[in-house]
């Protein structure tokens, strides 16, 4: 069955970082492009990056430029989401997705990992 | 502020019909780019419910349907049920954020 797996929960104290795995299984991993999304309460869902698993490539959305970093390792079918320099507004559910060069829409998620950012 | 337009809120009652628009510019929408869209429950992954404009996904009921012109996208929720009741986000691509994908700040459905 093919899905996107997440790690568990976390709780960071303002200032830390963050790393979020996402593992994929049962398909070919390196022929998608991985994106990260969150939604913050209150808030809607907000594109954040994405990664192509075949050439690492990677792309962030302004909102976050240095502060994101998306990962992969191939022979693990595992992609990383680390986001740092957290404050509170950083709390939120942080889920993984991907899609195609030809279809680029979300059909697969991760089933979602809470970030706490409390002191 | 959203790249995409949405209405805050919409509501209906069971059985009416409800839209919900999606407004974008000529880097996004109007750019030729596809319009997708979601249902989200918080605290649960997103659902495709229509991709490519137009097109449902296998197990999404035909009360969901699309569509596109121009710069603008809708969705339209025929024959409204209390389990309906979420929020809808709609999804493209912008050439002027170097391929970014871009969301719409979501429209909460209320089933009265």
């Known amino acids: 069955q093919v899905q996107l797996v997440q790690s568990g929960a976390e709780v960071k104290k303002p200032g830390a970082s963050v790393k979020i795995t996402c593992k994929a299984s049962?398909?070919?991993?390196?022929?998608?492009?991985f994106h990260w999304v969150r939604r913050a309460p209150g808030r809607g869902l907000e594109w954040m990056g994405w990664?192509?698993?075949?050439?690492?490539?990677?792309k962030y959305s302004q909102d976050f430029q240095g502060r994101l970093t998306i990962t992969r390792n191939t022979s693990a079918s595992t992609t990383y989401m680390e986001l740092s320099s957290l404050r509170s507004e950083d709390t939120a559910q942080y889920y993984c997705?991907?899609?195609?060069?030809?279809?680029?829409?979300?059909?697969?998620w991760g089933q979602g990992t809470l970030v706490t950012v409390s002191s | 502020q959203s790249v995409l337009t949405q209405p805050p809120s919409v509501s209906g009652a069971p059985g009416q019909t409800i839209t919900i628009s999606c407004t974008g510019t000529?880097?996004?929408?109007?750019?030729?780019?596809?319009v997708h869209w979601y249902q989200h429950l918080p605290g649960t992954a997103p659902k495709l419910l229509i991709y490519?404009?137009?097109n449902r996904p296998s197990g999404v009921p035909d009360r969901f349907s699309g569509s596109k012109s121009g710069t603008s996208a809708s969705l339209a929720i025929t024959g409204l049920q209390a389990e309906d009741e979420a929020d809808y986000y709609c999804?493209?691509?912008?050439?002027?954020?170097?391929?970014?994908?871009?969301f719409g700040g979501g429209t909460k459905l209320a089933v009265l």
């Open positions: 000529s880097s996004n929408i109007g750019a030729g780019f596809h």
């Open positions: 490519d404009n137009t």
């Open positions: 049962a398909y070919t991993f390196n022929i998608y492009t």
């Open positions: 990664i192509n698993t075949g050439s690492g490539d990677t």
């Open positions: 997705t991907r899609d195609s060069p030809r279809n680029l829409y979300f059909k697969l």
């Open positions: 999804q493209s691509s912008d050439t002027s954020l170097g391929g970014s994908r871009v």
